[in-house]
């Protein structure tokens, strides 16, 4: 396979029901856009017939077709950074194996790409979401924007280009854990977001708990940014401010009115929520820490058990 201009990368985690109606799409959508492309699929993991089904289709059309299975399941994200490593496209576009943003809407992508965009995020037109869901995905954003000043409207949102050069850089990077989109728009030069049609997952369930979701707003925070530290030390030095305070005070009183006991249960309730504030402290501490000692580790992100492609080059271990 010679430098494709396009390389589509497709995580595929437990997608047995969807995927055939995936590839009657995603197909004949990259045809019609009439440039030399591959489509990558990595299988992490998937413990229904996923993998077959990906095997069957590399023969059916193995001239633009490649598959990564994976030793088990890593998460989108992993899957996502091998797919990266193997892509040899000159434009790398992410998919989500659900049909929730319609492969026809790849030619938009495109399109800004060869504007000179290097970086093409997508917004998902006309959500409908309960006034609830929106305000707070909003809050969320604008948190976001403020503490790691990277602009992403619609981070659920999967179908995206990267240029080559962005790709280059996140396989030098080597880091684990982290946000795709928010790493590629920080190695962008000329960022930009469209608005993409959506659909409803094609068939099955979501692969995403809100504990993962909860993590993955942790580690787009403590990985993009150290801001939460210093908010940490400003917030010890006020708490410590305060209590200096209570303390002056506490003494001038045993003075004046002598041994007193009332007020004992209000100490134990600031004690406590001093005590909730040290233990977030500490946690907010280890997810540093904790990205530290990966980073020195250095352990591979996954191991990719098998490649099926048409190639000239050697497999890699
Ligand atoms: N996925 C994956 N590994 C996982 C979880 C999900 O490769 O551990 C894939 C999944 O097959 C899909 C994409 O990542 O192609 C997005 O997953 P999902 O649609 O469940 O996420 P949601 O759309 O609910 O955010
Ligand atoms: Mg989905």
């Avoid at 992993?78 to 576009?93: C, D, H, N, S």
């Avoid at 990267?162 to 280059?168: A, F, G, Q, V, W």
């Amino acid at each position: 396979m010679k430098t494709p201009e396009l390389s589509v990368i497709v995580p595929v985690y437990n997608e047995e029901a969807g995927l055939q109606a995936l590839f009657d799409r995603l197909y004949p959508a990259l045809d019609a856009l009439e440039l030399s492309y591959e489509v990558i699929f990595v299988n992490d993991g998937s413990r229904d017939r996923s993998a077959a089904l990906l095997s069957e289709q590399y023969q059916a059309r193995d001239d633009v077709t490649r598959v990564l299975l994976l030793n088990k399941n890593h998460g989108q994200y992993t899957a996502l950074l091998a797919g990266f490593e193997a892509a040899r496209g000159e434009k790398i576009i992410t998919l989500d194996a659900d049909l929730e943003n319609p492969p026809e809407e790849i030619g938009k992508v495109i399109e800004k790409m060869r504007a000179g965009h290097d970086y093409v995020g997508t917004i998902r037109a006309q959500r409908r979401r309960s006034l609830w869901r929106h305000q707070a995905s909003r809050m969320m954003n604008w948190l976001r924007e403020r503490i790691t000043h990277i602009r992403l409207t619609d981070h659920g949102c999967m179908l995206r280009g990267y240029s080559r050069r962005i790709i280059d850089r996140i396989n030098a990077y080597g880091e684990t854990n982290i946000f795709i989109p928010a790493l590629g728009y920080t190695f962008a030069q000329n960022p930009t977001e469209i608005e993409v049609m959506h659909d409803k997952r094609f068939a099955g369930d979501s692969k995403y708990s809100l504990y993962d979701l909860i993590r993955l707003a942790f580690d787009l925070v403590t990985g993009f940014s150290v801001a939460p530290l210093q908010w940490l030390s400003f917030t010890g030095l006020l708490l410590s401010a305060g209590s200096a305070a209570l303390f002056i005070l506490l003494v001038a009183r045993r003075f004046i009115l002598g041994a007193e006991v009332e007020g004992v249960f209000t100490l134990f309730a600031i004690n406590f929520f001093l005590i909730g504030v040290i233990i977030f402290a500490l946690g907010l501490l280890g997810e540093y820490i904790g990205r530290i000692y990966q980073q020195v580790r250095a352990w591979p992100r996954q191991f990719t058990h098998t490649r099926l492609e048409k190639t000239e080059d050697k497999v890699e271990g």
